[in-house]
Each structure stands twice: as C-alpha cells, then as structure tokens.
C-alpha cells in the first residue's frame, strides 16, 4: 500500500512540476524559448528515472508509464539538434566550439563515473576500476555520433543539402542498428527509435516561424486534434509494440513524434514558468547519467527496502547528486573551454 501512496505522490509532483504557474502567452516570443524548452527537459528528466526502475522494485503504475517514457529520451535529442541548428546559425562553427561542445559532453560523464567506481569500492567494497572512468554513456555516444553525422554534413560544402544529409545518415543508422539488435547481433543499448528526436530537432528550427503560425488560429481545435492522434497511436503501440519494425520501430517513431508535436503545440500559447521545472532541466543532463548508478547502489545497500520507499530515495539522492556533479562540472568546462578560446 505505501509503494502506491508514494508513487500517487510522485504523479502529483510530476503533475504540479508541469502545471504550477503555467500562464497564458499570447505573444509567441516564449515558443521553446530557453526558459520553457529547459523547463520541459526537467519534466522528462524525471519520467525516465521513474521507468528506469530495476525490475524487483517496479509496480503496474511504473510499467504503465514506461511504455512511453522513451519519448523523453526523443525529447533530449530533439533539443540537441534545435540548439546546434539554433547556435549555428547565429555563428560560424569551428574545431574551437566543437571541442567545448564535446567537453560539456563528456566532462560529467568522467566525473560520474568517478563517483561511481570510488564509493562503490568504498560502500559495496568493489575493486577500483581505472578504465570505467573513461567510459561513456551510451546514450551519450548516440548523441555524438548524430553530432559527428551534423559535421560531417555541413562540412560537404552543400549547404542547401546539408540538413538532409543529416537526416538521412541518422535514418540509415538507425534502421542498421535496429536490424541488427533484432537479429541478436547488437547487444547493447538501442536508442533506435528515439534518435529521430535528433531530425525532430533540425525540422523544428528549419519550420520554427511557420509552426508558430500555424497555431495562431484554431489553437484548441488543433491540439484536441493531436491529442486524439497521440492517443490512438498509443493504444496502438501498447497493442503492437513487440511487433518487428511496425510496432517496435514505425509506431513507436511516430507515435513520439506525435506527443512532441502535441506538446510543442500546447506551448505556443502556454508558457511553463515555474523555478523547480527550469532548476531540475538545469541538472537534467546530471540526472540522465547519475540515476542508474544510484538505483544500483541503493538497492546494494538497502535490500529490504518497499520499492515506493526505494524510489523516493533513489530519486532524492539522485538529485542532490547532480546538483553537486553539475557545479563542478561548470567550474572544470569553463577553465577547459577559456583555454580554448
């Protein structure tokens, strides 16, 4: 009973996290401005720690909600993409910003993994690892590989082309990689489906103005209308998600596309203005790469612990950590990133 108690509160939070404060703008200016797409990422942020859950410690609620929790991951490498379009065409790119660009990367990362190999050696009394503080993230390792695929593009010297050849070499790895896991030849983590958020991204700043216009009239109408859409297409992928590319990949792809539409949409008009969404986007990216490692050495520690009571705590010490990581991640990329300039 208190594991459902606690995730009820949980819900509520993510609820009031999304809704306190919400205002009414019908200026435009706010439209995924810094503020509300940072606000956004601290919502989602906490919907993937709430799916992420190791298995003994999930319950009906969390299974329910982890279906689509991947569109938060859709989400992050939406942003990616929009603030690289958005930073480059205000300048031109250099090896200089590239290098910064990878530091802010990797510099939490390393200092994750730092925190990771020391305190389990010193609370679980594992062998201290060297090598596992260079590794990185998986999901990181997408994230560059759409970035390597951006420069790669833009450096071919077709400037009108050049999106589209992003495009299309995300495409092309995407669906090799998923072939590939689906025939047991790929064994690690697949972020197949959600690195299209990375050509949702390049989409959305290349149609920004007239995605705004679109929503000016017809606002409610519309978004009753992608909410419909998102909501069939979810009763569908629930019923054909273990289906091979139609529900595990098309739908799913669609389907994400579609949530982040509807929401992009309700933020033409709705702007998210409370300080716990934007703090928590702030540490977000912290949040991503702690989460795992936390959920690992709570459950280490404390083994008889309700899975609600589990939660809770993982969650808090989740991010107190970040906030920690993402200060001296701060100080170390700013001196990095000053030598660079």
């Given at each position: ?193 959600e690195i299209y958020g990375f050509i949702w991204g390049i989409l959305l700043f290349v149609l920004f103005n007239k995605f705004k216009s679109y929503f000016k009239t017809n ?123």
């Open positions: 009973m208190s594991t459902y108690i606690i995730m009820f509160i949980l819900l509520l939070f993510l609820l009031f996290e999304l809704c306190y404060k919400i205002k009414w703008n019908d200026s435009e200016d706010h439209f995924f401005d810094l503020q509300n797409s940072t606000a956004m990422r601290g919502f989602w942020c906490l919907i993937i720690v709430l799916v992420h859950t190791p298995t003994p410690y999930q319950n009906t609620i969390q299974d329910m909600i982890g279906s689509f929790a991947y569109v938060g991951v859709t989400y992050f490498f939406l942003t990616s993409a929009y603030g690289l379009s958005l930073t480059n065409s205000k300048k031109k790119y250099n090896i200089m910003l590239w290098k910064n660009r990878f530091i802010k990367l990797l510099i939490p990362c390393f200092i994750v993994n730092i925190i990771s190999v020391f305190s389990t050696a010193l609370l679980l009394h594992n062998p201290i690892n060297i090598p596992n503080i260079f590794k990185i993230n998986q999901w990181v390792i997408w994230l560059i590989i759409a970035y390597i695929f951006w420069i790669m593009s833009h450096q071919c010297n077709l400037s009108k082309y050049s999106n589209h050849l992003t495009c299309l070499l995300i495409i092309v790895f995407s669906l090799t990689i998923y072939i590939l896991q689906k025939s047991n030849h790929y064994h690690y983590n697949s972020w197949a489906p606002w409610f109408t519309k978004n009753i209308i992608l909410g419909l859409v998102s909501l069939i297409l979810g009763v569908t992928y629930l019923k054909t998600k273990y289906i091979f590319f139609f529900g595990g990949y098309f739908i799913k792809i669609i389907l994400g596309l579609s949530i982040l539409l509807f929401m992009l949409a309700l933020n033409t008009k709705l702007s998210i203005e409370n300080k716990i969404t934007l703090f928590l986007g702030k540490i977000s990216y912290e949040i991503y790469l702690i989460h795992g490692f936390i959920f690992t050495l709570v459950s280490r520690i404390f083994k008889s612990i309700e899975s609600g009571f589990y939660l809770l705590l993982s969650i808090i010490i989740t991010v107190l950590l970040s906030i920690i990581v993402n200060y001296i991640s701060k100080k170390i990329i700013n001196i990095l990133c000053s030598s660079n300039k």
